[in-house]
């Protein structure tokens, strides 16, 4: 065993401790990491986790970049936590895949649609709405440029 696979083993253990510090801190190293190999054990942390671990495991997944994140992260950008909705929104422009763009779009319309003026400026959802506009210009396709210009006022 190399390693690299060695310190992949160990941090994929902590992950999936019942030490929320550990799992935390071994996602985040895991990301570091940028190996693709890891991450469906980042995703499965996504669910029935502590929201820290969670929010680390989104992270970590925008940072290894693949492809086999984009569905679990679009799910995720529906979460009820608001920091993990929008370090879901970032993986996602991260990745910079074309999947993205329509959950991300929906995102932009729904807060413009369903929040009054206060809510919009002062809400929680305020971040979320941030985060899918950056995720959003870093996809860079056409579609995604024109809701953030339609969108970005």
């Known amino acids: 065993m190399s390693v690299n696979a060695k310190y992949i083993e160990k ?66 950008l529906q979460d009820t936590d608001p920091l993990v909705a929008s370090a879901a929104a970032d993986a996602l422009g991260d990745i910079g895949s074309e999947l993205a763009v329509r959950p991300l779009i929906k995102i932009l319309s729904d807060y413009k649609t369903t929040q009054s003026r206060h809510t919009q400026l002062h809400g929680f959802n305020r971040g979320l709405f941030m985060a899918a506009i950056h995720a959003l210009q870093r996809i860079g396709t056409p579609t995604a440029r024109r809701a953030v210009d339609q969108y970005n006022r």
Not at 32 to 58: C, F, G, I, M, Y
């Open 11 to 76: 941090w994929l253990n902590h992950l999936n401790s019942s030490d929320r510090e550990m799992s935390r801190i071994a996602a985040k190293k895991l990301g570091e990491t940028k190996d693709h190999s890891v991450v469906p054990d980042l995703v499965k942390a996504l669910q029935n986790r502590p929201d820290e671990v969670r929010l680390a495991a989104v992270r970590a997944l925008g940072e290894i970049g693949d492809e086999a994140a984009v569905k679990p992260l679009i799910l995720i």
